[in-house]
């Protein structure tokens, strides 16, 4: 105790740079996008799992911990959704300024409101990834059931199904939903060094 | 690149313990609560710089940051001043997963929207601390000139003016908000040694 009773403040400022800097790497958010049943949520976890092993400071946003809490208010009308977006959008930003490399994982199906998520960020911040999976593969996997019960008119506006998802026309990595996990990694791990996000040290 | 080529996925997930152990601390929650200009921002600032200087993962989350990004379309209505303390606490509920030291800086007048944040948390995961500085201090101070506005009737429901604060009853840490900041964080240092939150190595 002895040693914390004279500390003497110095006004400076935390900024990111900083945060970067002691992390030894820079924030930014990876966003996928892709179809209910495409690999999004494996995939941002297991990217996650892989930064972090490396030493990163991650976090993963989804469904899970982002509808039960902060956008437990909304439901499922197009309203509430894009606003669901754009509450994530904004709490990833508020994460990549804390130093952390962010994943989300959400079907965000409409390109305006991928964009306007994409405009909150630096341009080497926001890496939109897209995770490529037929429609007919995402229905079989089927992991939630809800492509059967969208079928059975028990969800209404279902993405994929009654429901658009506009493909995004220019993501930064058009990933293979279909091809092993390994593979869709060793894309992301290259794309976030290309981008100086992260560097591999010999 | 050659040596990210092969990286084979093991399904593990990232969780808080791992981060912490990472990172050499827990993750925790430092509310701040005190009238406009009773130097809750200064000190959630000095704190987050002090413990960064140490080598712990922060965020600050203040009015700044939140009220032109995540809570932009809310306004100073009873309800939106709730939702806006609600969403905070739900932020923040991320970062402390994240394993982030998080220090706000808000008024939050209502012991009962404390509370709800409050009970977001496991017991050790989120202090309350009151910075006591009476609101005659506060409007000599008025750094921001709300006070005076306030008078003249061109802000309504100002806190400690036409609308109440509700001092905290048992806060984690009482502060007085006109000691010398080196004191109050001593204290809050103090605090976080405690609870085993940070640790000094010798």
Redesign the interface.
């Known amino acids: 105790?002895a040693?914390?009773?004279?500390?003497?403040?110095?006004?400076?400022?935390?900024d990111r740079q900083?945060?970067e800097s002691?992390?030894g790497h820079k924030g930014a958010v990876l966003w996928f996008t892709g179809l209910s049943g495409s690999g999004k949520s494996t995939l941002a976890?297991?990217i996650?799992?892989?930064l972090?092993s490396m030493?990163s400071?991650?976090?993963?946003?989804d469904g899970d911990?982002i509808r039960h809490?902060?956008c437990r208010?909304l439901g499922f009308s197009e309203a509430d959704r894009q606003?669901n977006i754009r509450?994530v959008g904004?709490?990833a930003?508020?994460?990549v300024?804390?130093?952390?490399i962010v994943a989300t994982a959400f079907i965000s199906p409409f390109q305006s409101d991928r964009q306007k998520v994409r405009e909150?960020f630096s341009p080497n911040q926001f890496f939109e990834l897209y995770v490529d999976t037929p429609v007919s593969v995402c229905e079989q996997r089927d992991p939630k059931g809800l492509y059967q019960q969208a079928r059975e008119g028990k969800i209404k506006q279902f993405t994929g199904i009654d429901s658009p998802y506009e493909a995004p026309l220019n993501p930064d990595l058009h990933l293979d939903g279909q091809q092993p996990?390994?593979d869709s990694?060793?894309q992301i791990?290259?794309l976030l060094?290309r981008h100086h996000i992260i560097q591999?040290d010999y």
């Open positions: 105790m040693n914390t009773h004279n500390i003497v403040w110095h006004q400076h400022m935390v900083l945060r002691h992390n976890g297991a996650e799992h892989q972090a030493g400071k991650t976090y993963l946003l911990n809490g902060l208010d606003e509450r904004e709490v930003k508020l994460m300024d804390a130093g952390l909150l996990i390994s990694l060793s791990i290259a060094l591999i």
